[in-house]
């Protein structure tokens, strides 16, 4: 193996460790252990000259003006006072967000590079876990490796598929990106897995990834047979009664009213703050300050907890809503303009679709998985144009 093969399968790998109890010391909001590999991202650009784009560079630089407008406007007119270790905070989110993009482009040019034993890797520790889901002899032994040495959780490992990640919720940005890493290869086992981590997100975002080919006609098929099964039956489901009390109009659950009080914030500042926002990292501070009074708590610890202890640290649960309400209109078109040039020179139009829905319903911050598929779409795209203007360069010109 070169020296090469060595730093992209190292930079690949360290994609998967989010949540070590290792780097517990890094803030909750951006911990991946893809950070901590940053001087070797920086060695492999210096080493083998990595190009950059210049449309890249000009449209990160497009992004950072409207930032910095956002924050000299409510400087001077908004209406608290700036909580600045958050604005900090977004800033480094900010650019690391563009960090996990350019590792993606790294993952186009260099794919051939990546090591296939990746993918077994993986589906042993799904089928581990699996193990450990059905509570089989000696259980408890992976359990406890899994809960004192891989993952600083929030849930119990025994009882869902949690691969490396803290919440069931976070897995699904992590199968739709094993998917599309190893699209050639037999991908059915990623929809086994996600349907035991027992999580909404996570199972639909690998249902729609799965039926790419004909979305509508499998996915009616899938659903209407689910919803028979689980009528029918007394097969207790908690994605399928999620969904239900959703679609239903039913007593929402704590974690569906929760994002359904930060998103209506979220629109709400939208439409009182519509041209710079509230300034980057505000949002907690308008939410907890302004907009949840208007709410009822349901006695809610999270909720509640914003109106006693006024957080500083709340965010909407969906990445368009949260950069919208803080940066306003223009980081609105910039996303825009921004997807439809992915959606219209990329082939890969279902995926950006679903990327799309993600950043609706989701917030990854510090997650790298998006970002990097988004930034795989754009290197992919910069190849296959490059090729294109050789291509046409060899092409002989009659006179």
């Known amino acids: 193996m070169t020296y090469k093969n060595i730093i992209i399968n190292l930079l690949f790998g360290a994609t998967f460790f989010n949540h070590l109890h290792l780097l517990s010391f890094i803030p909750q909001h951006n911990k991946p252990l893809l950070l901590l590999l940053f001087p070797i991202f920086l060695l492999y650009i210096f080493r ?3 190009p950059f784009s210049y449309s890249l560079i000009l449209w990160i630089i497009g992004f950072f003006f409207i930032v910095f407008g956002a924050i000299i406007w409510n400087l001077f007119l908004g209406d608290f006072q700036y909580y600045y270790p958050e604005i900090i905070k977004r800033m480094i989110s900010y650019l690391v967000l563009f960090y996990f993009f350019y590792v993606g482009i790294i993952f186009w040019q260099d794919r051939d590079c990546i090591s296939n034993k990746f993918y077994p890797f993986f589906i ?11 509570d089989l002899p000696f259980s408890n032994i992976f359990n406890n490796i899994f809960n004192k040495y891989l993952i600083s959780s929030f849930g119990t ?3 869902m598929i949690l691969f490396f990640e803290a919440e069931p919720s976070y897995v699904a940005y992590l199968i739709i990106f094993l998917m599309v890493f190893y699209e ?16 909404v997100r996570t199972t639909m975002i690998s249902f729609l990834y799965y039926i790419k080919k004909r979305p509508l006609r499998y996915g009616f098929i899938i659903i209407t047979a689910l919803s028979i099964v689980m009528s029918i039956t007394q097969v207790n489901y908690s994605v399928f009664s999620r969904l239900k009390a959703i679609a239903t109009f039913q007593t929402l659950d704590p974690s569906t009213y929760i994002r359904f009080v930060n998103n209506s914030i979220g629109l709400q500042i939208i439409n009182d703050y519509p041209i710079f926002g509230v300034g980057p990292g505000q ?17 809610i610890h999270e909720l509640q907890s914003g109106l006693d202890k006024k957080t500083k640290t709340a965010d909407p649960y969906s ?5 919208i309400s803080e940066l306003g209109i223009f980081s609105l078109l910039w996303i825009l303009i921004s997807f439809i040039f992915l959606f219209y020179k990329s082939h890969r ?19 790298p998985y998006i970002w990097i598929i988004l930034g795989y779409i754009y290197g992919e795209i910069k190849f ?9 360069q060899l092409i002989p010109v009659n006179k």
């Open 48 to 50: 083998y000259k990595s």
């Open 349 to 367: 139009k279902y995926l950006i679709a679903i990327l799309f829905l993600i950043l609706m319903w989701g917030y990854p911050f510090g997650k």
């Open 124 to 134: 042993i520790i799904g089928l581990i876990q699996v193990y450990s889901f059905f």
């Open 319 to 323: 990445f368009f809503l949260g950069i």
């Open 157 to 159: 490992v025994g009882s």
């Open 384 to 392: 296959n144009n490059y090729n294109n203007n050789k291509r046409d």
């Open 283 to 299: 949002y907690s501070t308008y939410y907890s300050g302004k907009y949840l009074l208007k709410y009822d708590t349901r006695e």
């Open 184 to 199: 050639k290869k037999n991908t059915f086992i990623w929809i086994a897995f996600s349907i035991m981590t027992i999580s």
